[in-house]
C-alpha cells in the first residue's frame, strides 16, 4: 500500500502542503461516514505518466455524491484538472494512488447533514502493491454479507459502507487469509472487500452483476471489454458459492489489485493452484492498456505533462 506523504494536497479548489490540509474534529463524515470517494492509479509510461480512466472514476465520484445528496461543487473537468495538476506538482513519476474524497465537513451533532459544506481534497501517494503476497492469492469466503440495497447504495462508492469491508477484510486475515470474498444477501457472490470478482468455468468468463449488489468496478469494465474484444466469451449472471468451488480460474480485480490471480478459496485449490491462461490473458492485456503500449485504449489515459505545463501550478503558493 501507499507509504510515504506526498508535498502537496489539492483541497477545496488549491493546491496546499500536506501539513496545512487538515480537518475538523466534528467533521460529520468523521462521525457518520458521510463522504463519498475513489481510487485511481497513475501508472509509469513511454511518455510520463498517465491517469488510467481518470474521467470515468471522477464521474463516479459525482454520481456517488449525487446519490447521497452531497453535491460536489466542482465539474468532472475540474476534478480531472485538479489531478492531473497535483500529480504535476507534487513531481509524481512513477506509480501512484489518487484518493479524491468528497465529505460532509464542520457540523454540529444533527444527522441532518444539508446545510454542512462538502469539502473536496485529493491526496496522491507513490503506490507500492496492495497485496504483499506474489503469485496468487488465498481467500475465504467472508461469514459478513456484502452491504447493499435496500439500506443503503451499493452503487455509490461511499466513506461509510467500508466498515463492511474492513470488517471482512479484517477477518479474512485474522484467519490466515489474504482476502474475502463477500456474499450478497441472496447468498450470492457479490465481491471482494475492494475489488470485483470473477470466475472462469470450461473457457467461459463469469462475473456478478450489478444487480448483485456490487461496486460496478472500472477495472471490470476494463477487464469484461478487453476480453469481448479478444474474443473470449463473458457472461454476467448471479455465481453460486458452490460454484467457486468448482471453478478453473478465479481473480479479482480493481484498481488497486489490478488482474491478481485467485489459488484457493476457503482451502479448495481453484484449478491447478497457480495461474491459469484465462488469467494470465486478461492480466497481460491489462498491464499493457495501463502502460501506454496498446493504442487501440489510449483513450483510457490521461497524461500528466510536466508541472510547467499547468499554469494553476506556476501560480500555486
Ligand atoms: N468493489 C469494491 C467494494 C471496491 O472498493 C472496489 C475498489 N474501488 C472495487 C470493487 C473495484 O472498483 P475499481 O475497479 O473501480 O477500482
Redesign the pocket.
Known sequence: MPTEKPKFVWMNGALVESEKANVPILSHALHYGTGVFE?IRAYKTRQGISVFRLKEHMRRLLDSAHAYMMPIPYTESELCEATTTLLAKNGMNDSTYIRPIAFKAEAGISLDFRKVPVWVAIVALPFDKYFEKEGGLNVCVSSWRRIGEPSLLSLA?ASGHYIN?AIARVEAAENGYDEALLLNQRGFVA??????VFIVKNGVIYTPPLSAG??E????DSVCTLALDDGLKLQERDILRGELYRCDEAFF????VGVSPIVSIDKRVVGEGHLGPVTRRIRDLYSKVVSGDDERYSHWLTSVRPAAAYSKVRGAK
Open positions: 481510487g462508492k469491508s465481491e471482494g472487500t475492494g475489488e470485483n456490487i461496486l468496478g472500472i477495472t471490470r480485480a480493481g484498481t488497486a
